[in-house]
């Protein structure tokens, strides 16, 4: 009995292994998870979908499609990174929409497709009400919100200075004098926060832009002094790039990409860096062709998408430009008599276009799409002349250097 017993055990166990084995077609089969960050946005946002994919190496190319009647088309597309994770991003219209992510196949790794996700968009329009700030500010020049807790920084005369959302000062970089060492600046023009919280001050009279962590720590600079050539410019390819093209003349502005990419808006120039600071590329913003008119800007915006928006400051115009740095389009500005300057711009969450103008009749804050069709003109405080900052939700801010004060738009819901 007990010889038999083992027997059949023997040959149960043998069979159990024979009827399920693991092929290596099934182990070369990626498994694709799926994560939306808001499964109802309002519509006109960016919303981004992440996963990790099993059984995948890094660099395999995946793509984010949506549902379009009976078929999928794709809408976005990347790599999956070393970590073996993924993420893309989608503007989202009002309704209801699926999305789901495929990887591509290659070489022993087959197709695999995640599960669907459902969205629904929801139409908000907003109304905008400004108040004074009562932050105490000298000559504020740019002002930046970490979208994670809420907390904003402001470039005012040559220090950066960090408060708690509730207005509480935490901590200051820089001082009344200015200075070359990493804790000092010569008149920073602009401060920006990335998504990890770390910020990136534009430091224009020693031309370089510098990075610190949220706690104030001293973490990296870039840049070299040089002088704006005019004429015509070499392609893109690093290699072919001469010294003066990786140097700042004017550096005002700073945007950081998710994938880490830093665009420094140098007047007639934006020039991108790797995360580590190295050359990457460059923009020629030469917009007009008349000599006499003026091609400086004023701003600049990332969205979630990676596209650029450039707004400029004697002509009525914001240009876009794509992930790949090429112009994908140009948002005509409203133009009339009394119009003298545009001063600020910021992507609000709807998709929009905030864009600070002033007229001979006062400053106007004006509201645009993306196609550049006229919203709204939305009430200012009186000479609140400035770069405008995107706050967490639906808040805009305004640095008014005339006044030496901030401006916060707060938003509420209405009808549309």
Not at 154 to 168: E, I, L, N, S, Y
Request: aromatic letters at 10%.
């Amino acid at each position: 009995m007990k010889k038999s017993s083992a027997l059949l055990i023997s040959v149960a166990v043998a069979g159990a292994l024979a009827v399920a084995p693991v092929t290596s077609a099934e182990a070369a089969k990626p498994r694709v998870s799926i994560k939306v960050s808001d499964a109802t946005p309002v519509a006109g946002s960016i919303i981004t979908v992440t996963g990790k994919v099993r059984g995948a190496s890094a660099g395999k190319r995946i793509s984010l499609q949506k549902k379009v009647g009976k078929r999928w088309k794709k809408v976005d597309s990347g790599r999956v990174s070393k970590s073996r994770t993924y993420s893309l991003a989608v503007r989202v219209k009002s309704g209801r929409h699926v999305y789901r992510t495929k990887v591509a196949k290659q070489g022993r790794f087959k197709t695999a497709v995640s599960r669907t996700v459902a969205v629904r968009a929801r139409k908000v329009c907003v109304r905008y009400g400004p108040s004074k700030m009562k932050t105490s500010v000298t000559t504020p020049r740019s002002m930046a919100v970490d979208l994670r807790n809420g907390s904003y920084y402001v470039a005012d005369a040559h220090r950066v200075r960090k408060f708690a959302a509730d207005g509480t000062l935490r901590y200051t970089i820089g001082g009344t004098a200015t200075g070359t060492d990493n804790r000092s600046f010569n008149a920073p023009t602009d401060v920006e926060v990335d998504k990890h919280g770390n910020l990136y001050v534009t430091d224009m009279h020693n031309y370089r832009v510098q990075k610190y962590s949220s706690s104030g720590t001293y973490l990296m600079s870039f840049g070299t002094p040089g002088v704006r050539f005019s004429g015509g410019y070499p392609s893109n390819d690093p290699a072919s790039v001469p010294e003066w093209r990786t140097r700042f003349f004017y550096a005002q502005d700073t945007e950081v990409r998710d994938d880490g990419l830093v665009y420094v808006l140098d007047n007639y120039h934006v020039k991108i860096y790797n995360p580590d600071g190295t050359y990457r590329a460059y923009i020629d913003l030469d917009y007009v062709s008349n000599p006499e008119e003026d091609d400086s800007t004023a701003q600049m915006e990332l969205d979630a998408l990676g596209d650029l928006y450039v707004a400029y400051s004697a002509n009525p115009v914001v240009v876009r430009f794509n992930d790949a740095f090429k112009r994908a389009g140009v948002i005509r500005l409203q133009r009339k008599p009394g119009w003298t300057r545009t001063w600020g711009l910021a992507l609000t969450r709807q998709g929009t276009l905030m864009v600070n103008r002033s007229f001979d009749s006062g400053p106007v804050l004006q509201e645009y799409t993306r196609a550049g069709t006229r919203l709204r003109n939305l009430r200012v405080l009186q000479y609140s002349l400035g770069g405008l900052a995107r706050g967490r939700g639906d808040t805009l801010y305004s640095v008014s250097f005339s006044e030496n004060s901030l401006v916060k738009y707060s938003a509420t819901k209405r009808r549309c």
